[in-house]
């Protein structure tokens, strides 16, 4: 699928507020990808639909979790549906068979342990793009720009200390994606 189609579905699909959201992905992935030499066409691609799924009927966004084996995800937040489910209906129904911006996609809310870079650039830019405002974000947009693998470590981090403010329940995935980019660091063996 060719970008600017994509983000025609996109303007139609999402409110003004994500849409903008979406641009600003797009538009810091991009700059990213650059940064970190990573085939810019297929970073813009997963960063313009990542979103796609966001403002799906909740039953309808578990029935398709349930479908891709998924059923683990139902007892967590109902925000963590949109980016498997994404994944699964920018297949379906957009026709994109790229296995890396499936992949990319489905990550993007959790991150996942080794994940590639053109994940670890959807997952930083989602929560660094021009749009976002929370104390923390300089400093991680700063990160991103020196050390990629550090800015996703600082992201989760920001969100795991998020959610326990809130105390909401942390899916643990979102941990075991920390502690496997903490051991990789250490052990210098990473991406
Ligand atoms: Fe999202
Ligand atoms: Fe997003």
Same mark, same amino acid.
């Given at each position: ?67 891709? @084996?998924?059923?683990? +995800?139902?007892?967590?937040?109902? /925000?963590? =549906?949109?980016?498997? $489910?994404? *994944?699964? &209906? ?45 104390? @923390?974000?300089?400093? +991680?947009?700063?990160?991103?720009? /020196?050390? =990629?693998?550090?800015? $996703?470590? *600082?992201? &989760? ?35």
């Amino acid at each position: 699928m060719r970008l600017e189609e994509a983000k025609r579905i996109i303007e139609e699909t999402l409110p003004t507020k994500r849409y903008i959201h979406t641009l600003g992905v797009v538009e810091t992935a991009v700059q990213l990808a650059r940064r970190y030499g990573v085939q810019e066409d297929k970073v813009a691609l997963a960063a313009m639909l990542h979103d796609y799924a966001k403002y799906r009927n909740v039953s309808e966004m578990q029935t398709i979790a349930v479908e891709l @084996g998924l059923n683990h +995800l139902l007892a967590y937040e109902d /925000e963590l =549906l949109h980016a498997p $489910v994404g *994944a699964e &209906l920018v297949k379906r129904e957009l026709g994109v068979e790229d296995v890396e911006v499936y992949q990319a996609i489905a990550n993007h809310t959790t991150g996942a342990p080794g994940m590639p870079l053109l994940d670890q650039i959807i997952f930083v830019a989602d929560a660094i793009e021009p749009n976002r405002r929370y104390p @923390g974000v300089d400093q +991680l947009r700063q990160i991103a720009q /020196e050390d =990629l693998t550090q800015a $996703v470590i *600082a992201t &989760l981090g920001q969100t795991i200390t998020f959610l326990c403010k809130k105390q909401t329940v942390i899916f643990p995935l979102t941990i075991e994606t920390y502690n496997a980019f903490i051991t990789e660091k250490r052990k210098g063996t990473v991406l």
